[in-house]
């Protein structure tokens, strides 16, 4: 049977590996590759250093061309199972179905965005998302109901 402290090492001896490669790579002006900056992250998450993982897990999604939108996807959404109010996660979403033209998707993604303004109060980057989705889609009974409301609405059009 293998010990924690053993399992534990190895992801240690794991990290450093990575992090000396990159370290190396750095020095060359040259950055690891998309699947060694994800590895790294999932290295970090069963460390349970989520902030880490985050970071890393940023620079994979970021590396990731267009024509691997799916891919990039699938690493923001792992930053979601970390911290589920990740704005930037949100935003590398949408950004990546927006350049795809899915557009269903695209709003299902602004209106969760959407919703953590909401939480956070920031009622003008809430306004801006909606806005954004009647744009895409002009019936979306969701932002006619924001917009119906006209609180917001008349707040930004007539500040007095």
Known sequence: MI???SKSDDIDIKIKELMDKE???SLNNRDLSSDEYNLLGDLYLKKGDKKSATKYLYKA???????QGNKAIATYKKILNIYPSEIGAYEGIITILHKEGLVAEQIKYLLLLAQL???KSDFTKMTLIFRKIQELDPTNKTAELFFSRGKIDKVINNPQ
């Open 3 to 5: 010990s924690k402290s």
């Open 23 to 25: 370290y190396i790579k």
């Open 61 to 67: 999604a970021k590396k990731l061309s267009l024509d």
């Open 117 to 119: 303004y909401q939480n």
